[in-house]
C-alpha cells in the first residue's frame, strides 16, 4: 500500500524541498507551473482530439439546421455556459497579486507561527484586495470598505490572515452579520443603488444600530477612498492570539503598513474615477507591478500580555474598538512585496478561497464573537462557490503534501489509492495517522470560558461612541471637513425624511457636537426636533462578565490615525505633462529626467496619440490622447512652456484638465510660457507664499522642486476652490 498523500510538491519536493524554496519567496510560483498551460498551435477539443474547423457547426446541408451529433459544437457551448461560478455576496469585485512576506527577526520566543521562523526567512503569499458591497461589475473606486486578504504559503499549513483597510468593524456579534448586508446591498424592490451605501435601508439600520458609530467615522472620511491598492493600510481587525512552543499565549492586533504612506481621493474625483476608469485601482497595481515598481507594506505587530487584558477603557474582544498606538506601539517584524500579476484572473484571483478558519501553530483564535461567525461564514461560502475540493486547487493548494484520507466529492483532482479511507484502521499498510506527539502540530489553545450558555451581549462591548468621538478629535481641519461633507450626502439621498432625523439623533450627536452642526448645516435638519422626533435604536440584552476593562489606559485624540502627514518619496506617483508640439524640449527632459529618478511615472498627453515634436527638433512620445487622459488618474500636473502653450491656453480640455486637478487639491507645475494657462483657466496666481497652494510658476529646477513637495504632501486640501469650481 501506499500513502493517501493528495497533492505533493514540485518533482523532487517534500518538506525540505518546500523550505527552501520558501526561503526565497518562490515555493508557490513553482508549484502553478506545473498546472499552467502555454498556448499551443494545434487547437485540439477537450479530450485532446484536433479540431479542424472552430468557425461553422455542422449542418444538414449549407443553410440546414444545426445537427445534434456535432458534440464539437455542443462541448464549446457547454463550457461557455458553465464559465461562471457563484460571485462572493461580498468582497466579490477583486484583485489579486503573488509576492513574498520577509520576516525582519526571529519571533519565536512569542509564536510558533513559520513565516516568522527566522530573520530574513520568505514565505509565498498571495493577496486580493477587494470591495464589500459592490457586485463584480461594479467600480474600483466607491465609499466603501476594502478587504485586504493574505495567503500565507507556509511549510506547516497555509495562513489565511483575512482582514479589511479599516482596523474595526460595524458590528461585533456576527449574528448581525446578513442584516449589515442586507441593509448595504441595493434595496431588492429596484436592485440601486450599486455599490454604495447612500440609500435609506443602510442608514435606517445604521440608526437603529449605534454600535456601528466607529466605522461609519471611518467609512465617511477619507479611508473610505483610497487612491489606489499601494496607499492602503490593512488590519486583521480582530483581536488575535499568538502562541509559542510552549504553549504560552498573548494577545496580538495585525497591521500592515503600506511603504508608499496612506492616501486618498477626494469624493468628487472618485466619483469621476469611476466614470472615467472603472478599473482604476485593479489597473494601476498590474501596471505598477509590470515595470518593476512592486507593491510593498511593513507587517506591525501590537501585543498585548494575558495579564493586561482588562487594562483598557473597551474591551479587547469588541472588534468595533482599536488599541491606539499611544498605547501600545506597532512592532515592525517584516515587510510584504508583491511583484507578480496572476497569469489567469479566473483561475487565480476569482478561484482564491480564503478562509478565516486557515491557521497554522502559533496563530490562534480568540472569544471575539464576530470572528467567531466568520470562522463558519468564510468555509460555508467557499463550498458554495467553488465546492468541497476547493483546497486542491492550483491557487489554493498549501505546499506540503496533504494526508487525510478523506476523498470524492465535486471536481476532485487527486488519484488515491488503497483500500482506506477512514480511522483509525487496523488494516495492513501505510496510512494518514494523527500526531500527538509532534511539537509543530496544530493545538488549539485552552481558552477561558464563561462555563454556561446566554444569548447576550457583554457589558463591555456597550460602549458605543467614546472611539468614535476619539476618530472625530484625531483628524485635520480638512479631515473633519470631509468627514462632515460625506455623511451628509450620503444622508441627503436618502428619500425617507425619518431616517436622517435618526441618524442624527441616535449617532452624531453622540459623537461630536461639530460633528452633529457641521451635518446639520449641510441636510437642514434641526437637531432638537431630530432627537424628539427619532425611534430609539433596538434594545439588546446586556449581561456583566466577570471581568471588566478598568479604563486605566485610555486616550481621547491619536494622531496616528490622521492621514495628515507626508510620504517618504514619490514613487509610483503619476505626472500629466500637457504638452504639443513647439513644447520646451530642455524643460521636458529635465522635468522627465528629474523626476523619473525619484521613481515618479511621467506621461505626456497631447491633442492626438502618436508623436509631438518639441522645440529642439526631436519627436516626442504622446503617452495618451487627452481624450483618454482623464485627470483624476493622475497626483499632479506639469505643463512645459513653449510654443505649446498658447495652444493649451486656448483650449478648453487642457484648462478643464488643471481646473479639474485644482479643485481636488493636486500640485500644479508651471513653466515658461506655460504660466498662460494660471489666468486662463482661474487658478490663483503664484506670489509669496503661493507655493503652500501647490501653484508653482519657473524654471524647470523650481517646477521639480515643488512638485516633489507638492507629491510627498498628496494633496493641498486648504485650497479655496469655489472660484475655480465655478
Known sequence: MTHDTGYAPPQGGGAHDASTHASTGTAKTEALKRDTIEPREAMTSNQGLKISDDQNSEKAGVRGGSLLEDFLLREKITAFDHERIPERVVHARGAGAHGYFESYEDLSDITMAAPFAAKGKRTPIFTRFSTVAGSRGSADTPRDVRGFAVKFYTEAGVWDLVGNDIPVFFINDAIKFPDLIHAVKPEPHIEIPQAASAHDTFWDFASLSPELSHMIMWVMSDRGLPRSFAHMEGFGVHTWRLVDAKGGSRFVKFHWKPVKGVHSQVWDEAQKTAGKDPDYQRREMFESIERGDFLEWELGLQIVEEKDEFAF?????????????????????GRMVLNRNPDNYFAETEQVAFCVSHVVPGIDFTNDPMLQGRLHSYLDTQLRRVGPNFAELPINRPLNPVSNGRRDGFARNTIHKGRVSYFPSALGGTHPMHQPEAVDAFRSYAEKVDGHKIRARSKSFTDYFTQATMFFNSLAAWEKKHLIEGIAFELNQCETKAV?????????????????AGVAEQTGLDIEECKRAAPKPVATAVAEPKEMPSGRLKVDRSPALSQDKPAKGIKGRKVAV????????????????????????????????????????????????????????YDAVAVPGGASAGVLAKTGLALAFVAEAFKHGKPLAFMGEGAALIAKAHLPVPAAGAPEQGVTAGSAAEAVDALVKGLEKHRYHDRDIEAVAA
Open 578 to 633: 500637457l504638452a504639443g508640439n513647439g513644447v520646451d524640449g530642455e524643460q521636458l527632459g529635465a522635468l522627465r529626467s528629474a523626476l523619473e529618478a525619484r521613481g515618479a511615472v511621467i506621461e505626456v498627453i497631447a491633442a492626438h496619440g502618436g508623436t509631438i515634436t518639441c522645440s529642439l527638433g526631436k519627436s516626442v512620445k504622446v503617452d495618451r490622447p487627452a481624450v483618454n487622459a482623464p485627470s483624476v488618474i
Open 313 to 333: 477603557d473597551f474591551d479587547l474582544l469588541d472588534d468595533t474598538k482599536l488599541i491606539p498606538e499611544e498605547l501600545v506601539p506597532v512592532r515592525i517584524v
Open 500 to 516: 436622517p432625523k435618526a441618524v442624527m439623533a441616535n449617532l452624531l450627536v453622540n459623537i461630536h457636537p461639530d460633528l452633529a
